[in-house]
């Protein structure tokens, strides 16, 4: 079983930056790929970013890619999501999620442990 917490949400202004974590509980952290999701208002949720295990592989969506970036520390059970040049439509409920395999994936049923979420909201 893993525990997800989220935090580092809050308000911004547009080309603003932000830092996200999301704490793991349990010894399995290191074996895990891991996945942040967010989802806006009336919309889906989608896909942001994935890293590997170990943190050697990182994939992003195409709307993110080159402002966002994923992150991991082993050690402190912690991973990292990094927004810079945010936008209106960057805001949104951010998801950290867990999966039960140590590679990537940008679907949202391979990932088995969710957390609660954290607003980010960033204003024009």
């Known amino acids: 079983q893993v525990q997800l917490v989220e935090s580092g949400g809050g308000l911004v202004q547009a080309g603003g930056s932000l830092r996200l974590s999301c704490v793991a509980s349990?010894?399995?952290?290191?074996?895990?790929?891991m996945g942040w999701f967010r989802q806006a208002p009336g919309k889906e949720r989608e896909f942001v970013a994935t890293?590997?295990?170990?943190?050697?592989?990182?994939y992003y969506a195409d709307s993110v890619k080159g402002r966002f970036t994923i992150s991991r520390d082993n050690a402190k059970n912690t991973v990292y999501l990094q927004g810079n040049s945010l936008k209106p439509e960057d805001t949104a409920v951010y998801y950290c999620?867990?999966?039960?395999?140590?590679?990537?994936?940008?679907?949202?049923?391979?990932?088995?442990?969710w957390g609660q979420g954290t607003q980010v909201t960033v204003s024009s």
């Open positions: 890293i590997s295990r170990g943190g050697g592989s990182t």
């Open positions: 999620a867990a999966r039960v395999s140590p590679i990537t994936s940008s679907r949202e049923y391979d990932y088995a442990y």
């Open positions: 349990g010894r399995t952290f290191s074996s895990n790929a």
